[in-house]
């Protein structure tokens, strides 16, 4: 099982990202799948979750409103669009499906 996690940066406040997760070695369209950061000092939270059909969708508080979570079943991708970033949104930012997770992509929002 991978999943390979990209598209992180450093991006100014306002601005927008999109990560993007591949997954391989599993079936992919049998999976929830979820976004999780980390911040620096601080423990993985939870960020959004897709279902498999990705037909519901659930987010965080913190993030509702400015990120997206999608998913190409065809393309074995999970995304995450961000928009309007601030400097708390700074984090490592991973993949998760059932017990796997991927390397994580930096996320810094900074001036």
């Known amino acids: 099982v991978r999943l390979v996690e990209s598209g992180g940066g450093l991006v100014q406040p306002g601005g927008s990202l999109r990560l993007s997760c591949a997954a391989s070695?599993?079936?992919?369209?049998?999976?929830?799948m979820r976004w999780y950061r980390q911040a620096p000092g601080k423990g993985r939270t939870l960020v959004a979750s897709i279902t498999n059909s990705g037909s519901n969708t659930n987010y965080a508080d913190s993030v509702k409103g400015r990120f997206t979570i999608s998913r190409d079943n065809a393309k074995n991708t999970v995304y995450l669009q961000m928009n309007s970033l601030t400097p708390e949104d700074t984090a490592v930012y991973y993949c998760n499906a059932h017990l796997w997770w991927g390397q994580g992509t930096q996320v810094t929002v900074s001036s």
């Open positions: 070695g599993f079936t992919f369209s049998n999976y929830l």
